[in-house]
Nanobody, 121 residues
Framework: QVQLVESEGGWVQAGGSLSLSCTAS????????MAWYRQIPGKQRELVAA???????NYADSVKGRFTISRGNAKNTVYLQMDSLKPEDTAVYYC???????????????WGRGTQVTVSS
């Protein structure tokens, strides 16, 4: 069964750095886009950054120049390096992957359970 497992988030002071990782596993045939989203209570989940299997990246304007998304050599792991963190980056961060499962051989959208990132001022 396909699952996306995120690393633990954490707490950091404003201006600090934190890194997240997410690995997709469990009967995967192919992974296309992997991404990080975040959500604050009461607000919609928003895209933070995305990366294609070819390495093309896309960032939310609010994190450009501060966050870096990358993928591992096996292409089923995605990383998010977060620098110069601000209190407004506090949110639950979710890993997302567009992938084709071996069981169905069809494309689907999969999510991790989310991990809390807290930035204090």
């Amino acid at each position: 069964q396909v699952q996306l497992v995120e690393s633990e988030g954490g707490w950091v002071q404003a201006g600090g750095s934190l890194s997240l990782s997410c690995t997709a596993s469990g009967g995967i045939f192919q992974v296309n886009v992997m991404a990080w989203y975040r959500q604050i209570p009461g607000k919609q989940r928003e895209l933070v950054a995305a990366i294609t299997s070819g390495g093309a990246t896309n960032y939310a304007d609010s994190v450009k120049g501060r966050f870096t998304i990358s993928r591992g050599n096996a292409k089923n792991t995605v990383y998010l390096q977060m620098d110069s963190l601000k209190p407004e980056d506090t949110a639950v961060y979710y890993c997302n992957a567009g992938l084709r499962a071996l069981a169905t051989m069809s494309w689907g959208d999969y999510w991790g359970r989310g991990t809390q990132v807290t930035v204090s001022s």
